[in-house]
């Protein structure tokens, strides 16, 4: 897995880059949480599901299907709490889904577990990509609170660091020249 903290930072990187209007807290929390929903799987440890199963780490949870589903639910739910119309939860959906599916091709950038089923459940093969070059986070609290964890993070923002330092570069800057124009 990526660590939550930089699931989160590049969520809140997309929502900023994305939002077509001023957003609420609520907004704000969802791009904040959705990356992260997907290693919530990790508690399929504790029921005996294995690492490899469909179900099991990295596995449906990480699919584009899922985020999909996420995304629309999420939606569908902050639509219907803060009543808009359907065109602007349509667009609220396909923003959450590309927040919540971040998750996996970031995960395919890690260099231990297995990879992620991002095609499941029509393909079940786990994918990484060629280029590994972040170092995986261990799997609890305990684990990640030692020099391993300390790696990750370095190798985290290291990595994910300056792309969405740019992004949020780039919006400000866009909005900044839309505002004079
Ligand atoms: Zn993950």
Redesign the pocket.
């Known amino acids: 897995?990526?660590t939550i903290m930089t699931h989160a930072a590049v969520g809140l990187a997309i929502g900023h880059a994305w939002q077509p209007a001023r957003r609420g807290r609520r907004f704000w929390m969802a791009c904040a949480l959705l990356p992260a929903v997907?290693?919530a799987d990790v508690v399929g440890f504790r029921f005996g599901i294995a690492y490899g199963d469909m179900l099991g780490h990295?596995g449906l949870s990480?699919s584009l299907l899922f985020a999909a589903l996420l995304g629309l639910a999420t939606a569908w739910s902050m639509g219907w709490w803060e009543k808009r119309d359907w065109r602007d939860t349509g667009h609220l959906a396909l923003l959450f889904f590309v927040v919540a599916a971040s998750?996996g091709p970031m995960?395919m950038l890690t260099n231990g577990g297995l990879g992620i089923a991002l095609f499941a459940p029509f393909d079940h093969h786990r994918l990484f990509w060629d280029w590994r070059p972040i170092l995986v986070s261990p799997i609890g609290l305990e684990k990640f609170l030692s020099p391993w964890g300390l790696a990750v993070l370095r190798d985290e923002l290291l990595y994910f660091g300056p792309p969405t330092a740019l992004l949020l570069a780039v919006t400000v800057m866009r909005r900044r020249i839309a505002r004079r124009a």
Request: overall charge negative; aromatic content about 0%.
């Open positions: 897995m990526t997907a290693d990295r990480h998750h995960d």
